[in-house]
């Protein structure tokens, strides 16, 4: 153990001397060779030097303290998480992360232009027989963690995008990165350029604050070059899953808080879990940005009380459907494709809608499940086709069809106090959004019909089906089409909201509801033009599209013959 203390002690006292000595203007043009001029003097406006790093391999915290007092460092402990290290150990070695104890220290040191600086120390705890070894060793002799990092002195999204863009140029190469909550701050990593002097083959970039959205594009490419780790992680998406579905199943957001920390111990009282592998589940999910760890225990984070019961806007049904049934179904995804059948009907004997209605408690999830997803209804009220209707003289009437819990047609109403609604759903989920929208006051305004699409009501000014015809093939969608059209009057307009397959291939969570829709319910998404051609088939005709949150959009219809789409709708299709 002395030998292995006085290897790290030896690295740390040669990487504080590295950071005394240098200075921004000197070692940028020695990281990439050929950067001069205007360029340079650019770079060393928005970013300076900050810190030398390192990776140690103390067996307690009382080594690591001593290695700091031999290189004249002070710093307190205990460390904070290292998140980015910790997960790209993790994916290195192929170790579960939460096998990992990796802190974070950042003592200062004073360079010889009188700039502070700091020596970021990355302690991985390998205590004496934990099987760690290994990992240490091959560290030890890659220097996979050492780098030098500059700090962006104005964390402004152009600026950033300006400095990746020119460390590119210079042959730096995307490496990774990531964000850390327990400290606000996105860091981006680069390869140096081959022909770098600096003697470090890595570099960062460390930006204070959230910067999630440039980061996005930096790992893209990062892990176009690392296909065996992208699959890796592609391939852990299930457990993602289960650990958001048990964290909101044992609704540990609940026993927690956003402005203070708790213990594991108090955490797994109150919810009923054994500490051990409560904390496990933590871990892993503060690597996920749901739960962020410090000195005070564990904190719930923005994205984390999404999965609080009753909190505004909560997905936490949304997780236990997910990780539930839907989770289940996906199983026998491989008898989708291979057969054409649905994998839930062949998993539980018949389809998603009946199964539930037999299930009251089912039944609650499921419509819980679609209200989660609320945030794709935020623009819906503001329509042209429900302003007109609600400016009409007498008011209009809305028709929602299928409506589920009334969690659409009640922000309508509340938006336009002239309108009235009309709700038509089965019969259980008729009484759901008949309590709901009479809780919120909205009950008398509202006329609730039990039945099926065949009953679709007469005389509505505007009709809406949100989330519907994803559910179903394209001759049960031209019927349910005809069936609106039959009730509508000619003036009426239809609204549907759906997610839109993209035409260009791109990226877009209607691919991904796509495969949900045919493995779970037989349903499917459709691009813009495929809509277009089922309501021409139903004698109505698209007119426009409207985007919507979460890839979401509005497709508004109306009564008569096809014409040509205007410019909303020829972007897309």
């Not at 997803?373 to 809305?398: K, Q, R, S, W």
Request: hydrophobic letters at 45%; aromatic letters at 6%.
């Amino acid at each position: 153990m002395i030998t292995t203390l006085s290897g790290d002690t030896s690295r740390l006292l040669a990487t504080v001397g590295f950071v005394k000595e240098q200075d921004t203007a000197t070692l940028l043009p020695l990281l990439f060779p050929g950067l001069d001029g205007p360029e340079l003097r650019a770079l060393v406006e928005h970013c300076r030097f900050s810190h030398a790093a390192l990776l140690v391999f103390p067996s307690n915290e009382a080594e690591l303290r001593a290695m700091l007092a031999d290189c004249g460092l002070s710093a307190a402990l205990p460390a904070r998480p290292s998140v980015v290290v910790r997960e790209r150990l993790a994916v290195r070695h192929r170790r579960p992360a939460a096998e990992l104890d990796v802190g974070i220290l950042r003592p200062a040191v004073a360079g010889a232009d009188g700039e502070h600086r700091t020596v970021e120390v990355f302690a991985l705890t390998v205590p004496p027989g934990s099987g760690l070894e290994e990992i240490a060793a091959c560290e030890r002799e890659r220097q996979h963690e050492a780098h030098v990092a500059f700090e962006v002195a104005a964390p402004d999204p152009l600026v950033l995008r300006g400095l990746t863009s020119a460390f590119a140029r210079y042959g730096a190469v995307p490496d990774g990165g990531g964000y850390n909550p327990h400290e606000n701050g996105t860091v981006f990593y680069f390869g140096a350029a081959a022909e770098a002097k600096a003697g470090y083959r890595r570099v960062e970039l460390y930006v204070p604050g959230d910067h999630r959205d440039v980061l996005a594009d930096h790992l893209g490419e990062h892990r176009a070059r690392q296909p065996a780790e992208t699959l890796l992680r592609l391939l852990t998406g299930a457990w993602t899953t289960q650990a958001l579905a048990a964290f909101a199943e044992f609704r540990v957001p609940d026993a927690m808080a956003v402005e203070r920390g708790a213990e594991v111990e108090e955490l797994a009282r109150a919810v009923g879990a054994r500490p051990r592998s409560l904390a496990t589940l933590l871990r892993y999910l503060a690597m996920l940005g749901a739960v962020s760890e410090g000195r005070d225990g564990f904190r719930l984070t923005e994205l984390g009380a999404l999965l609080r019961a009753g909190a505004p806007g909560s997905m936490r049904a949304l997780a236990l459907m997910y990780g539930g049934p839907f989770y289940e179904s996906f199983a026998g995804l491989g008898h989708t494709v291979r057969t054409g059948e649905v994998a839930f009907e062949h998993l539980f004997g018949d389809n998603h809608f009946d199964h539930f209605a037999r299930d009251p408690e089912l039944a609650e999830l499921f419509d819980q499940s679609m209200a989660a997803g609320a945030a794709m209804f935020d623009p819906v009220p503001g329509h042209p086709a429900l302003t007109a209707a609600a400016e009409a003289p007498g008011g209009g009437t809305v028709v929602d069809v299928a409506g589920g819990n009334g969690e659409l047609l009640g922000r309508v109403l509340a938006a336009h106090p002239r309108l009235h609604g009309v709700l038509l759903e089965r019969p259980h989920a008729v009484e759901a959004a008949r309590r709901r929208l009479e809780e919120t006051g909205l009950g008398p305004r509202c006329a609730f019909v039990a039945g099926d699409f065949a009953d679709v009501p007469a005389g509505g000014d505007v009709y809406v089906l949100s989330r519907v015809l994803h559910d179903w093939d394209d001759e049960r969608c031209r019927e349910i089409l005809r069936h609106c059209a039959r009730a509508m009057p000619e003036h009426a307009d239809l609204l549907v909201v759906e997610r839109v397959l993209p035409s260009d291939g791109s990226a877009s969570l209607a691919t991904a509801w796509d495969l949900h829709m045919m493995c779970n319910v037989g349903g499917r998404e459709r691009r813009a033009d495929h809509y277009a051609g089922l309501f021409a088939d139903a004698g109505l005709a698209l007119v426009d599209r409207s985007p919507l949150p979460l890839d979401g959009s509005v497709l508004h219809v109306r009564k008569g013959r096809c014409q040509p789409m205007g410019a909303g709708i020829g972007r897309t299709s």
